[in-house]
């Protein structure tokens, strides 16, 4: 059966921003046949393709140009290895929290620290995503991938991911590898991570909290200084927590004695929240946009904003981080069409 692509598409549903944005083509792929499909498809005419997962890191332009597919790949497959691992193999197109939480119902533990991140299974691995100690990539065994250059499809291990904070191989080669599964290793005993200081402290009262409660606490802690998409039109932290040398920590530590940091390797991570809300951004509204009341690293659209008017707003706050601490804030999201940083 061939595609069905729609013209002329708006994909303001499809964005957790919520950009009134329209594709020039959009099509929705269901099956491994119709991403065959589509490849021979944009062989055949050649133009821009992007493809969606849940649109929650994404920054998209008023017209998209070319073809938008939107990645509904579905699975859920789940393999026990022993008394304690079990293997978890997702489909692409499947919801992140709702396969953390499904996990869980069946006592199968390891993800409770990543609840409620919005988007799709496929794009966790692109951005490594990560919260509260845990990030995707100390979990996964392996992804599937078509290869659009070679139109092959194969698994890469978690070496090859070669992941980051907030980065991987993916992240690097936009366009090239579409993610079509997502292999977890995960536990039937559980082993809570409560490295994340406010989340130790919201279970002090338990001596050994069960997942069921650590992700309880996630979701608190999260409602609590992150707008839901579905009423606030964000996608989630706009920066990266930037890194800084000993001797500009140093120079920081002194003129700011309550700047938020930790040691990371020989560097500095910096709480860009904290920069961005010394500032006093926090609570900012310029028109249709502005900064999250309870967390100064979420911008947001209170609705109608667009990307011109993010950009801009990142622009600003960007050049007075830059000014007033010495530190070039790293935007997170993905931006299409991709332009040089805002
Ligand atoms: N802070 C402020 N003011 C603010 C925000 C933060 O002073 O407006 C300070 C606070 O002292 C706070 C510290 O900054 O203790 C860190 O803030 P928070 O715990 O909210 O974490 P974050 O560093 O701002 C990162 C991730 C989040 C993730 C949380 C929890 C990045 C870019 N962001 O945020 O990920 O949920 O840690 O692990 O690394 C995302 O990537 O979209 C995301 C939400």
């Keep these: 059966m061939s595609l069905a692509y729609q013209h002329g598409y708006s994909l303001k549903a499809l964005n957790t921003f919520g950009f009134d944005a329209v594709a020039e083509r959009f099509v929705a792929i269901d099956t491994l046949d119709q991403v065959r499909e589509l490849h021979a498809d944009i062989r055949r005419k050649p133009q821009p393709l992007l493809w969606l997962g849940g649109g929650s890191n994404l920054v998209l332009a008023d017209q998209i140009p070319g073809t938008v597919a939107q990645i509904r790949l579905r699975g859920r497959r789940i393999e026990t290895l022993n008394s304690d691992e079990v293997r978890v193999t997702l489909g692409a197109g499947e919801n992140w929290h709702a396969s953390v939480e499904a996990l869980l119902d069946e006592d199968i533990f390891g993800l409770e620290n990543l609840a409620l991140?919005?988007?799709?299974?496929?794009?966790?691995?692109?951005?490594?995503?990560?919260?509260?100690?845990?990030?995707?990539?100390?979990?996964?065994?392996?992804?599937?991938?078509?290869?659009?250059?070679?139109?092959?499809?194969?698994?890469?291990?978690?070496?090859?991911?070669?992941?980051?904070?907030?980065?991987?191989?993916?992240?690097?080669?936009?366009g090239r590898y579409l993610i079509t599964r997502v292999r977890l290793r995960l536990n039937r005993r559980p082993?809570?991570?409560?490295?994340?200081?406010?989340?130790?402290?919201?279970?002090?009262?338990?001596?050994?909290?069960?997942?069921?409660?650590?992700?309880?606490?996630?979701?608190?802690?999260?409602?609590?200084?992150?707008?839901?998409?579905?009423?606030?039109?964000?996608?989630?932290?706009?920066?990266?927590?930037?890194?800084?040398?000993?001797?500009?920590?140093?120079?920081?530590?002194?003129?700011?004695?309550?700047?938020?940091a930790y040691p990371d390797g020989r560097h500095y991570k910096v709480a860009a929240g904290w920069l961005i809300d010394r500032l006093g951004w926090k609570g900012y509204r310029g028109g249709a946009v502005?900064?999250?009341?309870?967390?100064?690293?979420?911008?947001?659209?209170?609705?109608?904003?667009?990307?011109?008017?993010?950009?801009?707003?990142?622009g600003r706050i960007r050049r007075s981080v830059r000014e007033a601490f010495a530190i070039e804030l790293e935007v997170e999201p993905g931006f299409y069409p991709p332009t040089v940083q805002p």
């Design 117 to 174: 991140i919005p988007g799709a299974v496929g794009s966790a691995p692109v951005q490594n995503i990560g919260a509260y100690g845990v990030e995707i990539g100390d979990r996964l065994e392996a992804v599937e991938v078509f290869d659009w250059s070679s139109a092959e499809h194969y698994w890469l291990s978690r070496e090859d991911c070669a992941f980051g904070y907030r980065d991987s191989l993916f992240k690097r080669n936009p």
């Design 191 to 260: 082993a809570p991570v409560l490295t994340y200081a406010p989340l130790r402290q919201a279970l002090a009262d338990q001596s050994e909290p069960h997942p069921r409660a650590v992700f309880e606490a996630v979701c608190r802690i999260r409602r609590s200084k992150l707008p839901d998409p579905a009423q606030i039109g964000n996608a989630g932290s706009f920066f990266k927590n930037p890194l800084i040398d000993a001797a500009h920590h140093q120079q920081l530590r002194d003129r700011f004695p309550d700047l938020v």
């Design 290 to 314: 502005g900064v999250h009341r309870h967390q100064a690293l979420v911008l947001v659209n209170y609705g109608g904003g667009n990307r011109q008017q993010i950009e801009a707003l990142s």
